[in-house]
């Protein structure tokens, strides 16, 4: 049997496999160590991470819809310095890349937590992937995501702070992501991630109050899979920096489908509260399924959505 | 936090199905390292569709007994997942994640008699608190209340003073009320609560202890997505700890309950 | 027992329930008359007509999502001429309220497909919904239903051509669907409806091909029920005219909750597909639930969401 | 369209499962209407999960057989959704819609001799057209082929000339070259050829009839949302008609097939 090539690069960092877990469905990898064999994963995203730390939103915080679920955690985090302290260095012990996800409500906080995990990062930490996309909170997040301007503004500030990859998370909730996809190119991101959750709503049709506290929350899982595609199908005609896919993955067939269209890596989110150690699972599903495709080299796959000629003459 | 796994995902058999009360299925399955692991006032979380995305969490579920290598779940009909479940047969399984959250307090030595305190199907923690505070030699007692006596699921549980909404049997009032005369005479040396039922009465039962200046432990549910700490989905407003600048502060009920001493937590 | 009164008036118009069925979802009546009383419905918005008849898009045009699909129907229609002529005249022999859906690529295709609609209008029809919103046509659809200026210059051109009602069906892919909705209302319309369908993609990872022709489609279905509710919240807050609220509702109690963010009717769309009754048997259920509840009046659950004072204090 | 109901909705009770071949499972269920109704070639929708939204979909299966107030579908290994139903037990309940889509044509005067032509699994609208064209009285041939012997489905089929392509039963190559091998010798009276099976196995078919000039039918399968002519999600190209300015046009398989002349179609 051939040796199969699973390792993904992006901006000089060299990635075991494409297999990440999305940053707020897996914490900071000590909750899920017992289920899960970390050192398998491509790499850990971790919980958005702010300068303060944040008690998050009040309850009810999740609820589950139709193939999904919708959350509305509102950043709940640490803060950087814990964060620096405690789970970085914890996550040193795992063979496998960390990126640090930023969450912040001004660029000045931005830079300055990323700041402080460049001056204390930990040797496998690799990047930063930059939150401006949680619809749950009342500060940043979306205020910064829906705008093409101030996204660019941000990724400049930024990528003069660190040589370590610099990944900007996009948000679906766009008229058109292709903009902003080009702006981060333009700025100097390595790379972007999409999609954080989609803005959705539910009610309790009994008390006549939404069931999430803050009204709407964020949707994630299954029923967003076909919009994540779209939309980095979308980005990949937009840039030429790496993408990383996200949304409503739970099988390796899923992963295939996020390369196919445009993504180098995939971040597995919301599925690791069904199971957290469906990132091992999909990891050796897909394994298998180049091997029966003969297919030696996963970044084959990358980008090669093929259209039929009638259709690219219809304009599509 | 042990180094050793405390808990993992097993395929599960179903090995026996009963209905025990109105509305309450109990189901036995097959799963070693639950039935080991187990400890009193944990809970287990379980798929309600394997392969399906709708519905799509799973259901946490209090572990009801355990026995050799199986152990049991009370499932009280409640809406579309406790349905599919209540269904299961003999022989399908279960994809089932556990033991999860941590056990009861049973331990602390500040108490002498353990007061179980059960609303309605709120029954499902306690065998096994109840086994184990006799395994320890400790003196409790059982206090259950239910709306009429067809909704007992007591088959496990001893020295239970009942109560009953319509009087059908028991005490003829609230568990509260129940518990509450034999405390006003004193039957009980140092006692500590440990309750769980709906969030009404456990509001009561914490009054109660304040009244009594006793101790008191709860047993709470809340939605959760993953069980184990990674979605902070689960939060409880907690009393304890510097408020922050926004003024609030959580426990997760997963991973730092299910139960909470009354003093940790706004109910 | 006390009456209950189902009825939801909307622009001088007296809808008997306020259980529609969604454009392109139920044909044009005559093939679902075998399945469902259409009698009882409150009324029937028919499949989207442009000027000249369309063959539609190639296949595949549909494909199963999780708790949905994905379509890209492409209009097929045929012809505003052959509408007049056979479609609305069957229709008359209903007792309901019709509304006809138009597409087109100009304003003035949009504008001559009404007004031929008008001069041969059957006593029925009480309306238009003007499709700004069909992901799947290159030309027209999204082009306008994303540039609120475009919305705004057709609405105007549409009023004065008809005094029935005038209503705008919007697209949930926008960044924010509030500027939209005030637009319609200050160019004249009486209600807007949403959503149309949500962008999104598949892909049959064994071919590397689209399995939607058009690589992109719409997603409908159970699925997009979160997104529509937020998308009815955010515009019942921009506008005061009526809203019709559409996306993923399969039960009485889904209607709940649209009425209850504020949506006066619903359009049942892609579950007509699994079950062409069900939009009487969602009215009966409806019904049963009023009076469980004790409400008299369908309209006093309009817009009666209640957001805690605690998340109102803090700006949700 | 006719006035009277045509097809319905019926929650239809399951009273038989057997496999039948590799893969290949049958179902039968309590459905008076669609037994009495269906026609030879005619199908049913039915919805792989009652009350849950994944799968979503109904799914298309031809009507096998009936007899009295029961019906039967075939259903073969596909998919979630195949998989979902085929697992259906006696006793429990399908969600049908039918019968659905045009018969099978065999009431034209154009033909003498009904050659059925069978690929692998596609034999599940062929023994309902073999009985009624008995009833009739009319000529016809079976050929079956499959991949080898464990393939058949054949329990209602007679008169069958078997192919596998491995040889183990019958006629060792392609379902079609048995065909072309008779009609070379003319063994048939103005023969006219109805085929389902694989989409490739179709084209050949239509080849081989047009080498011969003779009339040929074919059974198509496409995805399909509503089955009933309101989804338009069920196209297939159709050569006939004026072009319009796109230059193309389409027929619904649901409503207007799912069989069709080969002359109406672009396969
Ligand atoms: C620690 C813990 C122990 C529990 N032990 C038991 C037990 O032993 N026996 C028993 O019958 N029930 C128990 N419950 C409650 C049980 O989990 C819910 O009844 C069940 O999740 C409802 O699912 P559903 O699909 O039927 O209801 P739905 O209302 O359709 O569920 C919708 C969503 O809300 C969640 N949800 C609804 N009600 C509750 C609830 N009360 N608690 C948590 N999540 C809820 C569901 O999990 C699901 O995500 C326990 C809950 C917790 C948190
Ligand atoms: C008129 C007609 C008659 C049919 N008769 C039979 C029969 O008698 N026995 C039988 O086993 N199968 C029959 N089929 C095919 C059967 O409908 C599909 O195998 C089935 O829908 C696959 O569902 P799945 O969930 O297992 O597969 P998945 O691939 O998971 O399905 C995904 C989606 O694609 C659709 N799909 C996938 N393959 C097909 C297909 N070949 N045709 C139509 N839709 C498809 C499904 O309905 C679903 O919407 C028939 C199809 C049609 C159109
Ligand atoms: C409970 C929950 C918490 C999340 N927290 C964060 C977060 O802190 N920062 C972030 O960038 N994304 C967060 N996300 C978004 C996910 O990382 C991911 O982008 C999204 O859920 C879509 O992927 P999925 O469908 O696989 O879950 C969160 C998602 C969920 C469900
Ligand atoms: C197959 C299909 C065809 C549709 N055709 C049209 C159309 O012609 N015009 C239109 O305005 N909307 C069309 N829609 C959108 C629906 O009317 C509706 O807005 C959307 O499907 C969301 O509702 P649902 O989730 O209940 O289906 C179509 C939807 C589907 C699924
Ligand atoms: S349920 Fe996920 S953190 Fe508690
Ligand atoms: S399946 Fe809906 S029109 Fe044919």
Redesign the interface.
């Known amino acids: 049997m051939r040796e199969i090539n699973m390792g993904v690069s992006i901006g000089g960092v060299e990635f075991q496999n494409p297999i990440l877990v999305a940053s707020?469905?897996?914490?900071y990898g000590?909750?899920?160590k017992?289920?899960c064999d970390i050192s398998g994963l491509g790499g850990i995203v971790t919980?958005s991470v702010s300068w303060?730390?944040?008690?998050?939103n009040?309850?009810?915080?999740?609820?589950?819809?139709?193939?999904?679920?919708l959350?509305s955690?509102g950043l709940?985090n640490v803060g950087v310095h814990a964060f620096v302290d405690e789970k970085l260095p914890y996550l040193e012990n795992f063979n496998t890349k960390i990126i640090a996800n930023i969450a912040a409500s001004s660029t000045e906080e931005y830079c300055n937590v990323l700041r402080h995990i460049e001056e204390n990062a930990s040797k496998n930490l690799v990047g930063y992937e930059i939150n401006v996309s949680c619809p749950n909170v009342k500060d940043g997040g979306l205020s910064f995501g829906t705008n093409v301007a101030r996204v660019e503004e941000l990724t400049k500030a930024l990528r003069p702070l660190t040589k370590k990859l610099l990944i900007i998370k996009l948000t679906p909730n766009v008229t058109s992501v292709a903009p902003f996809a080009a702006a981060c190119e333009a700025s100097g991101a390595d790379a972007i991630s999409l999609i954080n959750t989609v803005l959705g709503m539910s009610v309790d049709i009994h008390t006549r109050m939404p069931r999430i506290s803050t009204v709407t929350g964020g949707l994630s899982?299954?029923?967003i899979k076909p919009i994540a595609l779209a939309k980095v199908y979308e980005a990949r005609k937009a840039c030429t920096i790496p993408i990383i896919g996200i949304g409503g993955i739970?099988s390796a067939s899923d992963v295939m489908e996020f390369l196919i269209v445009g993504a180098s890596l995939v971040q597995i989110g919301?599925a690791?509260?069904?199971?957290?150690?469906i990132g091992n699972q999909i990891f050796s599903e897909l394994r298998n399924l180049l091997i029966d495709k003969g297919i030696v080299n996963i970044q084959d796959v990358v980008a090669t959505l093929k259209v039929a000629d009638q259709m690219k003459a219809l304009g599509w | 936090?042990q180094d050793t796994?405390?808990?993992?995902?097993q395929r599960s058999k179903v090995l026996g199905r009963r209905e025990i009360a109105r509305g309450l299925v109990v189901l036995k399955f097959q799963n070693s390292f639950v039935a080991e692991k187990a400890a009193p006032g944990q809970f287990v979380n379980v798929?309600p569709?394997i392969?399906?995305?709708?519905?799509?969490?799973?259901r946490p579920f209090s572990v009801y007994n355990t026995s050799g290598d199986s152990a049991e779940i009370i499932i009280q009909d409640h809406g579309?997942g406790t349905a599919i479940l209540a269904a299961t047969g003999i022989g399908e399984h279960l994809d089932i994640?556990g033991p999860l959250g941590n056990p009861w307090k049973y331990n602390e030595t500040t108490f002498e008699t353990a007061i179980l305190v059960i609303g309605g199907a709120g029954v499902a923690s306690m065998p096994l608190l109840a086994k184990q505070l006799e395994k320890d030699n400790k003196l409790y007692a059982v206090y259950y209340g239910a709306r009429n006596k067809s909704l007992f699921a007591d088959e496990y549980l001893r020295k239970i003073e009942y109560s009953t909404d319509d009087g059908s049997k028991g005490f003829h009032g609230s568990v509260i009320e129940n518990v509450r005369k034999d405390l006003n005479v004193g039957k009980y040396s140092k006692p500590k609560i440990f309750v769980c039922g709906p969030t009404g009465m456990m509001r009561s039962a914490i009054l109660l202890a304040n009244e009594f200046r006793i101790p008191c432990e709860v047993s709470l549910e809340?939605?959760?997505?993953?069980g184990?700490?990674?979605?902070?989905?689960?939060?409880?407003?907690t009393s304890i700890g510097e408020a922050?600048?926004?003024g609030?502060?959580?426990h997760l009920v997963c991973?730092q309950g299910p139960s909470f001493a009354k003093e940790q937590i706004v109910l």
């Open positions: 707020g469905t897996y914490g000590s909750e899920a017992d289920y919980k303060k730390p944040r008690p998050g009040y309850p009810r915080r999740i609820v589950e819809t139709a193939s999904g679920m959350n955690i709940a899982g299954p029923a739970t919301t690791n509260f069904i199971n957290p150690n | 936090m796994i405390r808990s993992q995902i798929l569709k392969d399906f995305s709708d519905p799509f969490l799973r579309r994640l809340t939605e959760m997505a993953c184990i700490g990674i979605c902070q989905g689960c939060p409880v407003e922050e600048s926004t609030r502060k959580f991973t």
